[in-house]
């Protein structure tokens, strides 16, 4: 396994340990499974696993095998506040305690805001006294690192990375994604900040390996490295030296062996002029299968109605071309965990965004279709709901 250098001088392993999909059986997350998975990950040198409040058994889960085996000690653990439902200073501490007590630990190594999505959101938690509490955390030792999780584009982004002195950041970032979410712009930003950087959602949801289109995987057969679709992305985050470690959501053993033999032969800096070419041949003929061809540049943006144009898109070709649970899902977190809203039905017909398009989207056109198919009466009665209860 190979390491990268956090803020605080640790060594990170270059593979994360994603938790929010361990193995259910009946309804419950299988333990005997799911230990030996993460007993083989750590033995193979992963030491750093993510898990959150609302993945659902997931911090017992991994307590109880961490303390079951006597490894706390081996591995950084990674947990997520969940700042929506909070809604006073007490609510802040009796979360915190119960994630500790779930986790059976007296401490938890990197701490994030989950799904912070706009400097709004941060200024609300402010008042709640957010800063205080970190900082008194932080001297007791109960957190060591602290950070944030975002979905959404790179100009709020960077502000957020701007609006505190965090540690480390997570978000969204894949080659399909180098120019949409945070992406690499938002990479180098944090980069330059001297923050680092923990990547999720390398596989795009497992887009990038089990639903490429027949074109680009007779590429992936063709090239003499011989890598396959999952050992091209994994390969092009690790190529890159500001991303300190990527998350993998791995439910098998054997899954776990392959991606740690991937991260124990990736090397910053390695990539050719000709990797970089069938990356780019990947993207294209992905692109050619969607629904709308935006490349995420953002030329189109900033909208005066506040429409997040490139996430909306994202999220449609992701409705059209893979998955309609989680293009919806994707859509939600983009556009209503926030103060201010940024969902496609804003659109109120300016033709000023379509103009700077370099790929000559129809974009009145194409939001109108995707607002239409992905702001269901769910999404719009949790859109009401969150404004109400101020849940952003």
């Known amino acids: 396994?190979?390491?990268?250098?956090?803020?605080?001088?640790?060594?990170?392993?270059?593979?994360?340990?994603?938790?929010?999909?361990?193995t259910r059986k009946n309804g419950k997350i299988d333990i005997e499974k799911t230990e030996r998975e993460i007993m083989e990950a750590i033995s193979l040198g992963v030491n750093y696993f993510d898990t959150a409040y609302i993945y659902p058994g997931s911090?017992?889960?991994?307590?109880?095998?961490?303390?079951?085996?006597?490894?706390?000690?081996?591995?950084?653990?990674?947990?997520?506040?969940?700042?929506?439902?909070?809604?006073?200073?007490?609510?802040?501490?009796?979360?915190?305690?119960?994630?500790?007590?779930?986790?059976?630990?007296?401490?938890?190594?990197?701490?994030?805001?989950?799904?912070?999505?706009?400097?709004?959101?941060?200024?609300r938690l402010k008042k709640l006294g957010i800063e205080e509490w970190i900082r008194a955390k932080k001297e007791s030792g109960q957190i060591r690192q602290i950070g944030f999780s975002y979905h959404g584009n790179s100009d709020?982004?960077?502000?957020?990375?701007?609006?505190?002195?965090?540690?480390?950041?997570?978000?969204?970032?894949?080659?399909?994604?180098?120019?949409?979410?945070a992406g690499r712009n938002g990479l180098h930003h944090t980069h330059e900040k001297g923050l680092p950087v923990m990547i999720m959602e390398p596989l795009r949801g497992g887009r990038l390996v089990n639903l490429l289109p027949d074109t680009a995987k007779r590429l992936i057969a063709e090239n003499e490295r011989g890598y396959s679709a999952a050992e091209w992305s994994f390969h092009w985050l690790w190529n890159q030296p500001e991303v300190t470690t990527v998350l993998s959501g791995m439910n098998s053993v054997e899954m776990i062996r392959e991606n740690a033999a991937i991260a124990s032969a990736a090397e910053a800096g390695a990539f050719t002029e000709s990797d970089f070419a069938l990356i780019g041949e990947l993207k294209d003929q992905i692109n050619h299968s969607m629904k709308v061809g935006c490349t995420g540049c953002g030329y189109c943006m900033p909208c005066p109605q506040g429409v997040d144009i490139p996430g909306t898109f994202?999220?449609?070709?992701?409705?059209?071309?893979?998955?309609k649970k989680a293009a919806r899902n994707s859509y939600m977190q983009c556009t209503i965990y926030r103060h201010d809203?940024?969902?496609?039905?804003?659109?109120?017909?300016?033709?000023?965004?379509?103009r700077h398009c370099p790929q000559g989207i129809e974009i009145r056109k194409e939001l109108k279709s995707?607002?239409?198919?992905?702001?269901?009466?769910?999404?719009k009665a949790a859109k009401a709901g969150i404004r109400l209860l101020h849940l952003w």
């Open 1 to 22: 396994m190979q390491y990268r250098r956090g803020k605080d001088g640790a060594d990170i392993s270059v593979l994360a340990y994603g938790c929010m999909r361990f």
């Open 59 to 123: 911090e017992a889960a991994l307590g109880e095998i961490l303390e079951r085996n006597h490894c706390r000690d081996r591995i950084y653990i990674a947990d997520k506040l969940p700042h929506y439902l909070i809604k006073s200073r007490d609510g802040l501490e009796k979360t915190f305690l119960e994630q500790l007590k779930r986790l059976r630990t007296d401490h938890i190594d990197y701490y994030l805001m989950h799904i912070l999505t706009d400097v709004a959101t941060w200024e």
């Open 156 to 181: 709020m982004f960077c502000q957020l990375v701007d609006a505190y002195d965090w540690d480390f950041c997570m978000f969204q970032y894949n080659y399909l994604d180098e120019f949409s979410q």
């Open 314 to 323: 994202s999220a449609w070709n992701m409705y059209y071309s893979q998955d």
């Open 341 to 354: 809203t940024s969902s496609a039905s804003q659109c109120v017909g300016f033709a000023k965004c379509a």
């Open 370 to 379: 995707a607002a239409s198919n992905l702001e269901t009466a769910v999404y």
